[in-house]
């Protein structure tokens, strides 16, 4: 192994998923106007969305369902999401089209490397990870994303007024979310909210969210300042 370059830890995994023919359909044709191809270059936004307004980035966003009612509810607010499964990509440019919406805009990457390289400093007003892969098995753990890396890498995205939301349905990630939340001082924690899925914190509810209360799990909500 090059030890001056090591391979970096992914929080994700690539699951090979079967596309419906309408996402297959989406995907070849309607990203051309709702999607952004990421060259590793930083994106100008105001060109990307035809306007200067207020930045919120989803990174992970599943199906889309949420991200699409959240950006519908906010016209105000420019929205982004990141995720890199293909049907679900499929699946939320079919409800942008169905919906006709102008500010919301996907990219089909690696969150982190968008962070790094494409996303620039001071330039989004909140960060929202509903539900990350838990990577429950303790072996599995140094690729969970919240991580105290990746909070220095968004706190350094976000404007001074920004805001970090995260959801969470496993208790030992919550434990651990609190965990690394105590070791930075670059948030400060404006709420922190268990709830039975009755009280989500200003966000929809996700699938993912709905299947954890299936299974009985509790839900943990924060909604984070940046410092």
Sequence with gaps: MNQKHPRRIRSFVRRAGRLTPS??????????????????????????FSRDAPIVLEIGFGNGDTLVEQAAADPERDYIGIEVHEPGIGHCLLRIEDQGISNLRLIAHDAVEVLKHSIADESLSRVNIYFPDPWPKKRHHKRRLLQPTFLALIAGKLTASGELRIATDWANYAEHIDEVLAGTDLFTVVERREHTGEAPLDRPTTKFERRGLRHGHAIWDWDLARH
């Design 23 to 48: 996402q297959a359909r989406a995907l070849e044709l309607a990203w051309p106007e709702w999607g952004i191809d990421y060259d590793g270059k930083a994106f100008d936004m105001p060109a990307v």
